[in-house]
């Protein structure tokens, strides 16, 4: 019998009883009102993408009727799809939030990151983040990272300390038993709260399905020319593709995971509906990250050797 069939039981049986999204959700808007009391600077990890759209969405609820306490932070490439900037601006605009903006273009143009030969910016994320924090004195950074995701994302602790350098180390990590979080940290660290890290893909459809949650339109089918590269259907831009032996061709695709254009791919799909993408997922046997992630794939190790550095 699946969690989900004895979720439905447990709640026939007691109609007291949290359904399973339920409880994800009051788990979820725990963590955002125990970092509101223990942190005094926290910032929400913002790109347009879907998780970060619930993580907002849960936000919002979390502190409803008030105005949520946190602002936005977008480290933005400069390789976005235009579809999801505009979705992050019409959002930040309807509901009076305030966002920062680390660009990775700025760093280029004054010296202080170099552009890599393939065009990719996604590793080039870091330095702006690390940066962004340290002036802004954030001493908690709210990511939409899940465990299902990713083999070093599956050991992340909710509450994710990170030294005066913004690294990652996986034996410093602090048990959270009995749903218990410290966020202790030393002047210089800070911590990174994960609030999703225990839905999975499915969950976060589903779960906005049932809030009736916009999303850019990127993610469900539609016609876009894409090019071939390593497996993994592309889109055209500035960053470099596609190459003259790379034919660009017009397909019916939809995005599982947006992030940089350059090592972001589509999928072939048919899912115009929330209900289409869900069955779609519920049959697939590769993650999100697994089928459309180039930079996931430079090394088997690529993830977890960048958190160490300070990525997400």
């Not at 999100?288 to 090394?299: I, L, V």
């Amino acid at each position: 019998m699946t969690t989900a069939t004895h979720s439905l039981l447990d709640t026939q049986e007691n109609p007291y009883a949290l359904s399973h999204l339920d409880a994800l959700e009051a788990e979820s808007v725990h963590i955002f009102r125990e970092v509101a009391g223990e942190f005094e600077r926290p910032v929400i990890l913002f790109s347009g993408g879907k998780d970060s759209i619930v993580m907002l969405h849960l936000a919002l609820k979390a502190f409803w009727p008030a105005a949520v306490p946190f602002s936005l932070l977008h480290v933005d490439t400069g390789h976005n799809f235009p579809e999801v900037i505009e979705y992050r601006d019409r959002t930040v605009a309807e509901h009076g939030l305030r966002l920062h903006v680390a660009s990775v273009q700025d760093f280029i143009d004054d010296g202080r990151l170099r552009e890599r030969p393939d065009g990719t910016r996604n590793p080039l994320q870091t330095v702006p983040l690390l940066d962004a924090i340290e002036s802004n004195k954030f001493d908690a950074v709210f990511g939409g990272g899940r465990r299902d995701e990713e083999k070093a994302r599956a050991k992340e602790r909710v509450f994710s300390l990170r030294d005066e350098f913004g690294a990652w180390d996986p034996r410093r990590q602090r048990p959270e038993l009995w749903s218990l979080y410290n966020g202790r940290h030393a002047v210089g660290e800070h911590v990174r709260v994960f609030p999703l890290s225990n839905w999975t893909e499915l969950d976060v459809w589903q779960y906005i399905e049932r809030e009736g949650i916009e999303l850019p339109e990127i993610y469900y089918a539609h016609h876009r020319d894409v090019f071939k590269r390593d497996g993994m259907w592309l889109t055209a831009g500035e960053w470099g593709g596609p190459k003259d032996t790379e034919p660009v061709e017009s397909r019916l695709v939809r995005y599982r995971t947006v992030g940089d254009m350059s090592c972001t791919g589509a999928v072939d799909s048919d899912a115009v509906t929330i209900a289409d993408v869900i069955t779609e997922i519920a049959a697939s046997r590769l993650t999100e990250r697994g089928a459309t992630r180039a930079d996931d794939k430079m090394s088997e190790a690529a993830m977890e050797d960048r958190k160490r550095e300070g990525y997400f």
